[in-house]
């Protein structure tokens, strides 16, 4: 395919990234979390002996609160950090027997977020869109306050 009429687009190829993964992370294991409190509180494995509070509500920060500020791409590499770190303690941690076949949707995850925070959240977020702005509002000072 001629790479004039298919050319590439890092950006939205990023923002599909932040998508997808935010709508995982949060479907499958921060809102179940998060709307069965009580219940996780039960089940919820504390891996670094903090107790199953803190470490509960730990894990839905990062399963809840860092998913959606990485779907709109507001503070998306910091956001992932507490994600990746999540990750690798439940799969290091938690279910170290667990095999790679087992474990391809946490490992998964961990490749999606680690790519995200290297790369940043791209042009169509909120981080951008506040960037753009603040440069339109301080052109001489480069887009920083005088």
């Not at 509960?56 to 910091?78: D, M, Q």
């Amino acid at each position: 395919m001629n790479r004039k009429h298919w050319p590439p687009r890092p950006d939205l190829g990023l923002l599909c990234l932040r998508l997808s993964g935010a709508f995982l992370l949060l479907t499958v294991h921060g809102l179940p979390k998060a709307l069965n409190f009580r219940a996780s509180l039960l089940t919820i494995e504390d891996p670094l002996h903090l107790g199953a509070y803190p470490t509960l509500l730990a894990a839905i920060a990062a399963e809840v609160l860092c998913p959606l500020l990485i779907a709109v791409g507001w503070f998306t590499r910091l956001a992932c950090l507490p994600v990746i770190f999540l990750l690798l303690v439940a799969l290091l941690f938690v279910h170290p027997e667990w095999t790679l076949e087992q474990g391809q949707f946490g490992w998964l995850l961990v490749a999606i977020f680690s790519s995200l925070a290297v790369a940043g959240p791209g042009r169509h977020s909120l981080d951008a869109r506040l960037a753009r702005r603040q440069r339109r509002a301080y052109p001489l000072a480069g887009g920083q306050h005088p």
